[in-house]
């Protein structure tokens, strides 16, 4: 991809995505550190173009660290943009523990801490706000998805979850348990790990289908992440079923490779997980600073659904420059 | 004659093979079943060898290196590596011969570089490789871009999900990379050299062994093993994921080698046995996942088993079941 173009989807996304009904107008030339974690996954890349492109829409300067996954690179980093004298800090924590120090440093120094997309293990008055999005609730629209789907059909559903003990994996779980309870014709078979990779979800796939009777009796399958969706879809294809139709497919995160299955018509719905944790972090800026609006303490991003109806070509083709 | 080939036969890794496979059929009747779909053979067996068939390259490599009292940490991490460049590669437009070509190449490289560190500078192995493993993953995120690199090029996914005579084509490279490198070291001398360098590398260099070019071999081959494991893992997912692909599978490689009975203080190595050793690491991976227990014990039960499986080799518990006793007059004769 050349860089104009890739300049193009980044602007012509930036104006999508800042079409907020407020005027931010006055964070327009204020300096805000970023201390990011690093870019461990193709989500956190997309975070970190989505917040750049924020603030340059909003002309704001903004100062950006990467970690490296490490909370010490982050702990200097936010004392280097206290020492700069920046107007506000954003920070994606990497771990939960042990921000106690430096965000009384903050506190002192009268700098705005917004937390994005993880919580810190901190008395909430040191920081401003944190925009999360609800793990729970992922994991229930999915569920409701389903439910929808089959309507009073009986549906055996197989799960592929995350990471063992993770707490994403955990709560994406919870919610989607959630939403099918009460619903006697929907039943979870199986559930193993596919670790949130895309070969461990086509290998735990593998074993579904030759556990389930060549995949005749999965009616659905439940990904905690589109790779692991993505792998699974090839597993169903290998065993000569048709992803989409003879096992309906529903996974969380929205990344652009579930778009291009989902255009193929062999995937039928996902949660978003929004990389655009910038856009809430920044209007709640904007309103403390015009008239000292405290915002409220957790912000939650919406888990919006997107199923074949929500034009899943150019889903991928906006998403695609965002670094996923 | 006859009784020699019985007792080969016999040897506690085929055992454990077979052991671990009738657990799969009690807890899933269906196990053994297979069916021809699709012009290719379909079940859990083939799975097996088909899952089973990256760790087992990987462990043909590192059977080499370990037989000379090395370690290569690095392998995972250069299958990251050469899974991206091919990845990259034939999406930039390049012909699949030469992103393939590139990818071994790649591979080749690192190995090497391992070799000179551990054979030039003398360097111990299990730091010099710890570099390759530490930094390779950041190469592979670099050459990727941190995202996940997907693609579509017939060619390349044959290499990963296609099929010869009816067996998947990850397994057949498998087996032929065996047989090739089984025959190179046993036909040979080399394997021998290998030996004697893992017994003792000044010994074996005063009587006339190049050590340093053989280590640089083993090593190169480690690698060139490992470049082809990341380019059928690759290609099996359509796509180079840099952040997972091989994370960890240097320990299951390892852990293959040992199983098959090579000994980590060098000088005593079989490859077959090695490639027996991946199989029955992952018919209990397979296994897991068709007898529907909880992931939560997944560890578990793969702990417990590679604990039986190794106790069963100690040559202690061995004499105090009388299992695999042998005639000292007779091991001596052969």
């Known amino acids: ?324 | 004659m006859k009784r020699l080939h019985l007792e080969r036969l016999a040897n506690p890794q085929l055992l454990a093979l077979v052991a671990v496979l009738l657990i799969n059929w009690l807890l899933f009747p269906n196990f053994f079943r297979i069916s021809w779909q699709d012009g290719r053979l379909f079940g859990s067996l083939i799975d097996v060898i088909n899952r089973g068939a990256p760790v087992a390259i990987l462990a043909i490599g590192m059977t080499g290196v370990i037989a000379t009292k090395g370690v290569d940490l690095s392998v995972g991490a250069i299958m990251a590596v050469c899974g991206a460049v091919a990845a990259t590669m034939v999406v930039a437009g390049y012909p699949t011969p030469i992103a393939v070509v590139a990818a071994l190449s790649v591979g080749l490289l690192c190995g090497l570089w391992n070799g000179f560190l551990v054979a030039v500078l003398d360097i111990q192995p299990i730091v010099a490789t710890l570099v390759l493993m530490v930094a390779g993953r950041g190469i592979a995120q670099l050459i990727t871009e941190g995202s996940i690199v997907t693609f579509n090029d017939p060619a390349l996914i044959f290499i990963g999900t296609g099929s010869f005579l009816g067996f998947p084509m990850a397994a057949v490279i498998a087996l032929a990379l065996m047989i090739l490198v089984t025959l190179l070291v046993r036909r040979t001398a080399i394997g021998l050299f290998i030996q004697a360098i893992g017994v003792n590398r000044a010994a074996a260099s005063l009587a006339g062994i190049h050590s340093r070019m053989l280590l640089m071999l083993v090593y190169a081959l480690s690698g060139f093993c490992a470049a082809i494991a990341g380019i059928v893992v690759a290609a099996d997912i359509r796509g180079a994921d840099a952040n997972n692909s091989g994370l960890w599978l240097e320990l299951d490689a390892i852990l293959a080698v040992v199983i098959g009975g090579t000994s980590l203080l060098g000088g005593k190595f079989s490859i077959p046995l090695a490639v027996v050793g991946a199989l029955i690491i992952q018919a209990m991976n397979t296994g897991i996942l068709v007898s529907g227990f909880r992931p939560e014990f997944n560890l578990i039960v793969k702990a417990g088993m590679i604990i039986l499986i190794l106790m069963l080799q100690s040559p202690l518990v061995g004499s105090a079941l009388g299992f695999f006793k042998r005639d000292p007059k007779q091991a001596a004769s052969r």
């Not at chain 1, 999915?142 to 707490?167: F, I, P």
């Not at chain 1, 090839?234 to 529903?250: E, F, N, R, W, Y």
């Not at chain 1, 291009?260 to 972090?281: D, H, S």
């Not at chain 1, 800026?285 to 070509?313: C, M, R, V, W």
Request: with cysteine; net charge negative.
């Open chain 1, 1 to 324: 991809m050349t860089i104009i173009s890739k300049l193009a989807i980044a602007a012509s996304l930036a104006t999508a995505l800042t079409s907020v009904s407020i005027a931010q107008d006055n964070l327009k030339g204020l300096t805000i550190g970023f201390s990011q974690i690093g870019s461990e996954s193709g989500w956190r890349a997309a975070e970190t173009s989505v917040t750049k492109q924020q603030a340059e829409a909003l002309g704001i300067d903004l100062k950006f660290a990467d970690a490296q996954q490490k909370q010490e690179n982050q702990i200097k980093a936010i004392r280097g943009f206290i020492a700069q004298g920046v107007d506000a800090i954003l920070v994606a924590p990497v771990v939960a523990t042990g921000w106690e120090d430096v965000l009384t440093e903050a506190k002192e120094a009268e700098i705005p801490v917004i937390l994005l997309d993880r919580g810190v293990d901190a008395p909430e008055d040191l920081y401003l706000t944190s925009v999360a999005s609800d793990q729970v609730k992922e994991g229930r629209v999915a569920g409701e998805w389903l439910v929808a789907e089959v309507g009073d059909a009986d549906c055996k559903v197989v799960e592929l979850q995350g990471t063992v003990g993770s707490t994403p994996a955990i709560n994406r779980k919870q919610g989607f348990e959630e939403a099918i309870a009460g619903h006697a014709n929907i039943v979870l078979a199986r559930s193993q790990t596919g670790d949130f990779t895309r070969a461990k979800g086509k290998e735990v796939m593998e074993g579904f289908i030759k556990a389930e009777n060549g995949g005749a009796d999965i009616c659905a399958v439940y990904a905690h992440n589109d790779d692991m969706a993505v792998g699974a879809i090839q597993a169903i294809k290998d065993a000569g079923l048709k992803p989409g139709t003879d096992i309906k497919v529903v996974s969380i995160d929205a990344v652009p490779d579930i778009f291009a299955a989902m255009a193929a018509g062999e995937a039928n719905a996902t949660v978003e997980l929004t990389p655009n944790m910038a856009g809430p972090a920044f209007e709640a800026l904007s309103a403390y600073l015009a008239d000292g609006t405290a915002p409220e303490k957790f912000i939650i991003t919406e888990s919006k659904l997107y199923t074949p109806a929500d034009n899943p070509q150019g889903e991928y083709d906006t998403r695609k420059g965002l670094g996923y």
